[in-house]
């Protein structure tokens, strides 16, 4: 293609003016010669004058109307070497050179498209190449649109590929990229892409040079990115940052395709305890990487797993405890009968007994169950730490035996706790156990208990993260071996221990958390290889209400102990379990009751209407299949005309007190119970309604 367009072209006016002189030193060498005159000599250089002016005006005019020659020696090269359309265009869309490919596809024109869309495109790639970046664009031609590449060659060169399907900018062939770098000179080094936001950003971001972002260079990084890892400046090698393991992972989950929502989870290889999600773009021949940093999130995520687990086995230790319940009332109730055939002296009393002893066991066994579960039957009231502790540290001498020593330590201002005296004094008892065996087992020599009043900082330094107020802390610890550190996290859970078989039921701990959360407090452990571990038992202040003080406190009388246990009166009595019902029935009858008995809540509101205002007691499981124990006393009060009600079963009280709220003449007895418990209960009942 030959451009005809005119060009200015360079001249010397240095050389011109020598020109001038040399005609002009001409003319006066010559001048003797001619016998010329003074004015003739200054004719003569006029004349010599206006011919040097007249001659640069020629070559100015010369130089402007001359056209473009084919191209550059090493545009031809370049752009010869190339597959595909392509040309040479400066700033304003001349064109200098093209190659055949160009002609064929494009045709002659010695511009590119000045007019339509396609001129639009063309001038941003334009712009776009002047800032030394390279940028698509939309080129038509002989009614047909081409997808074109616009990349800068030079100060005002650029180079204009048609592309017949995508590819990446400025994939070129080996001689093309030797032609281009003597063609184009040095180049500026590329652009910093990162925008304002990504420079800014709390999460790491860096813009990356390679093919594989593990081994890509890091072109520019955020202040957030290298403060995640020492290896982030400029330069350094992006993989670097990961743990070498969570690289492996995540580069076949980057060539699987099997990211989830795009995110790689990794490890950072400057702290691996810290979890972050990486996120990889690719464009323009370079990845943009987002480094985002939640280990806090994991670590909730965790916590909340825990919690649902913990929550998930506590309902179904709950609901065995239940069933399980309801089993040993039976045996218990059976036992009874069995007594009185038996009585002692009888060949048959000392096994009844030792079954006897075994049902109990398996009774305390559920009771650690409930505990854990949180619905075991309680009974708080308001008790002075220091007093509790040093009472149960005579106890705690026995159990510990002389081969440990028993150190204990009361703070100062020690307050008071609201909670139920029995159940702490199993938790402290079931951590000094522990303490004991660690002690015995790994060479230790001491169990420390200590008691103090710590403020609200003081508590989530020592591992109570939510504390609200001051805390009363219980801490039993012990020098021994410590705990491991892979099973910390699994020491509360139920039937979960490190002791050989025989000599542990893994609900020790399991029983503390469950008190501890029953009772509204919190339990941590701190546990070190080789220095013993400490278990610590937060409970909220008990602040006594203003002027309450001032009231004499009256103790509640106990019960009076009912000795003959025979009565009269019609009794309603509502059981699921058959076995519980039936022996329970038959031995109130033989103590003179009444027994009306009802397997479900819907059979007992159909006898309570039957047998209305004429029931002097009803006696009723609380969670039954279909109609609940509650439910059941609220649309039978009608037909109950303010008889007494009494509620038995394996659950804590406070499971259900809330059903029962604007109730009255209500009363609990906890299951597993025996027949002297019941028929006394049922005596004084009955004695309170007459």
């Not at 003797?32 to 250089?45: F, R």
């Amino acid at each position: 293609m030959t451009d005809k367009t005119p060009r200015p072209r360079n001249f010397d006016p240095l050389t011109t003016a020598a020109v001038v002189f040399f005609l002009l030193a001409v003319a006066l060498a010559a001048a003797p010669a001619m016998k010329a005159g003074p004015a003739t000599l200054a004719g003569l250089m006029l004349l010599i004058g206006l011919a040097g002016v007249a001659c640069l005006g020629l070559i100015a005019l010369r130089g402007v109307m001359e056209p473009v020659p084919e191209g550059e020696p090493g545009a031809d090269r370049l752009i010869e070497a190339l597959p595909e359309p392509a040309a040479i265009a400066a700033a304003d869309g001349r064109i200098h050179a093209a190659n055949p490919a160009w002609k064929a596809a494009v045709g002659q024109a010695p511009r590119l498209p000045k007019g339509g869309p396609s001129a639009t495109s063309l001038f941003t790639a334009l712009t776009a190449a002047r800032r030394g970046e390279t940028s698509r664009a939309t080129l038509r031609s002989q009614g047909q649109d081409h997808a074109a590449t616009v990349a800068p060659l030079g100060l005002r060169r650029f180079l204009v590929r048609i592309e017949e399907a995508p590819r990446e900018p400025l994939a070129l062939p080996a001689a093309a990229l030797e032609v281009l770098t003597a063609f184009q000179g040095a180049r500026p080094p590329p652009p910093k892409v990162l925008d304002a936001f990504a420079a800014a950003s709390p999460f790491g971001a860096a813009l990356l040079d390679g093919e594989d972002p593990f081994t890509a260079t890091i072109i520019e990084a955020n202040p957030a990115l290298i403060e995640m890892g020492e290896g982030a400046a400029a330069g350094r090698i992006f993989g670097d940052l990961i743990e070498a393991s969570s690289v492996v992972d995540a580069t076949q989950k980057l060539k699987d395709g099997t990211a989830n929502g795009g995110a790689l989870e990794v490890r950072l290889a400057k702290d691996p305890t810290k979890i972050a999600h990486l996120y990889l773009s690719r464009g323009e021949g370079r990845w943009v990487a987002y480094l985002v940093d939640v280990s806090d999130q994991k670590q909730i995520e965790l916590q909340l797993a825990q919690s649902q687990k913990m929550q998930a086995i506590g309902q179904l230790a709950g609901g065995v405890a239940h069933d399980f319940n309801n089993l040993l009332t039976a045996i218990f109730m059976q036992l009874d009968v069995l007594a009185t055939r038996h009585p002692v002296g009888d060949p048959s009393y000392e096994e009844l007994n030792q079954i006897k002893q075994t049902s109990a066991r398996a009774a305390d066994l559920v009771r650690k169950l409930l505990a854990f579960s949180r619905k075991q039957t309680v009974q708080r009231e308001i008790l002075d730490l220091g007093e509790v502790i040093s009472e149960f540290e005579v106890l705690l001498r026995r159990v510990l035996q002389e081969d440990v020593k028993l150190e204990t330590e009361y703070g100062r201002n020690l307050p008071q706790v609201r909670a139920d005296k029995g159940q702490l004094e199993t938790a402290v008892m079931n951590l000094a156990v522990n303490a004991r065996d660690a002690v015995r087992s790994g060479g230790g020599s001491k169990v420390m208990i200590r008691s103090a009043r710590v403020t609200e900082a003081e508590a989530q330094s020592l591992g109570y993260p939510g504390a609200q107020g001051d805390q009363a802390m219980i801490e039993v610890s012990d020098d021994g071996p410590g705990i491991p550190p892979e099973v910390v996290d699994k020491i509360f859970d139920p039937f979960f221990t490190t002791k050989p078989v025989g000599e542990g039921t893994g609900l020790g701990l399991a029983t503390v958390y469950g008190i501890v959360k029953q009772s509204d407090g919190w339990i941590a452990v701190s546990s070190r290889a080789g220095e013993g571990a400490a278990f610590r038992i937060f409970l909220p202040v008990h602040v006594p209400v203003p002027g309450a003080a001032l009231i004499p406190v009256v103790a509640k009388p106990a019960r009076p102990q009912a000795r003959d246990l025979s009565g009269a009166g019609r009794i309603l009595f509502v059981e699921d379990e058959d076995a519980v019902r039936g022996v329970a029935a038959k031995l109130l009858r033989a103590r003179g009751y009444e027994v009306i008995e009802a397997a479900s809540g819907e059979e007992a509101l159909e006898l309570a209407e039957e047998h209305a205002g004429t029931i002097d007691l009803m006696i009723s499981d609380v969670v039954m299949p279909g109609m609940q124990g509650p439910d059941l006393l609220k649309q039978a009060r009608p037909y109950l005309a303010g008889a007494p009600v009494m509620f038995i079963s394996g659950y804590a009280e406070a499971e259900f007190s809330n059903l029962l709220e604007g109730e009255t003449n209500i009363s609990f007895l906890p299951k597993p119970i025996d027949i002297k418990t019941l028929a006394e209960r049922v005596k004084q009942e009955l004695q309170k309604a007459a």
